[in-house]
């Protein structure tokens, strides 16, 4: 009798594990990606491709980008991981969402304020004052664009439109006057397309830097989980640290991850090189840790701002504990 239920329970086990799609012995991990593959996810395909996962134990599913956003996915326990940015981040996470932080994928900011580089009337944000601004509908826009006008000594008034099209193709439409690329990718695409940009900084007119792209989970797997996460999160953080010691063979294995993806290999290739340059590493030389300096810059703007509401729709007027909201435990020694 024992033996016969030991064999059942056997079979069960081995039948719950092929109904999750993990191959037996393996943890089914999924990463909501923020969109289309790029080079913000290619320490992700690196991990993948070279098996990093699978040694780890973990079965990892990436799952492609739709209307619903990875912070609102791996909240409600639609994924166990995601792509996301310190700025949605903020908002999703005083509005309730159950996700922490547990590795900075860039260090810096990855986009810029950028003009259409034959425009001579404007070499400087202060020169943005009555111009149009084109966006993409995020609450923490505007407040940030007027931040940067005014840091650099205009009034930061402007008019606002959600753009349909790409940033640099609405600059060279002249549907806007200004926007906000990723320089490592549109402002590389939009040079190679013979349309290039002229950009701003935010951080050369006194606004705080942040952690433009994040890995996140779910907090509740997360503290069920922690060999599992620490597992997944390390062997991410390899694929990222490939990507910014290796960038060329990064870029290839992204590709070689994503057949008939990119129509411009040049395009992967030198948006690699500069997340490797400038983005990947923090001051010490590292991939993936974050500090609470860096969470306190842009997000207590955000709570100051008085852009920032919570579960209940009323503005946050108290910067919250942002040290709850990130973890570095996950990432190797």
């Known amino acids: 009798m024992a033996r016969a239920l030991a064999v ?10 092929a109904c999750s799609g993990a191959p037996p012995g393996r943890t089914p991990i999924r990463v909501a990606l ?34 619903t956003s990875p ?34 994928v860039l260090q810096h900011w ?30 923490g826009e505007a407040p940030k664009m007027q931040a940067v006008i005014r840091g650099a000594g ?13 940033a640099y193709e609405a600059l060279y439409s002249g549907d806007v006057d200004f926007t906000e690329p990723f320089v490592a990718w549109e402002g590389i695409e939009a040079e190679l397309r013979g349309e290039p940009l002229k950009t701003f900084a935010y951080t ?39 990507g910014a010691d290796d960038p060329a063979r990064a870029a290839q294995l992204l590709m070689d991850a994503n057949p008939g993806v990119f129509a411009e290999p040049e395009l992967v290739t030198r948006s690699q090189d500069l ?13 993936g840790p974050q500090t609470l300096e860096r969470w306190s810059g842009y997000s207590g703007f955000v ?19 942002f040290a709850t909201w990130f973890t570095n435990e996950y990432l190797a020694p």
């Open 8 to 17: 059942l329970l056997a079979t069960l086990s081995l039948v719950l594990a």
């Open 34 to 67: 923020d969109w289309t593959p790029n080079t913000n996810h290619t320490g992700l395909y690196v991990a993948q491709v070279e098996g990093w996962f699978a040694e780890a134990g973990l079965d990892v599913e990436f799952l492609p980008y739709n209307s």
């Open 71 to 104: 912070d609102t996915l791996v909240s409600a326990g639609a994924a166990e991981f995601g792509i996301s940015f310190q700025d949605s981040f903020t908002y999703s996470k005083a509005a309730g969402a159950d996700i922490t932080s547990v590795m900075a």
């Open 110 to 139: 990855g986009s810029e304020i950028a003009v259409r580089a034959d425009r001579a009337d404007i070499t400087s944000p202060a020169d943005l004052d009555g111009s149009v601004y084109g966006g993409f509908g995020g609450p």
């Open 154 to 166: 205009g009034v930061g008034e402007f008019e606002t439109v959600v753009l349909g099209t790409s």
């Open 204 to 242: 050369d007119y006194g606004f705080p830097d942040a952690y433009s792209v994040l890995l996140i989970g779910n907090s509740p797997w997360l503290a069920g989980h922690p060999e599992e996460a620490r597992a997944f999160v390390q062997a991410a953080q390899r694929g990222y640290q490939l």
């Open 275 to 287: 997340l490797a340059a400038e983005y990947l590493r923090d001051e010490s030389g590292a991939v």
């Open 303 to 321: 709570v100051d701002s008085g852009s920032l509401t919570g579960p209940d729709g009323s503005p946050v007027t108290e910067r919250p504990d």
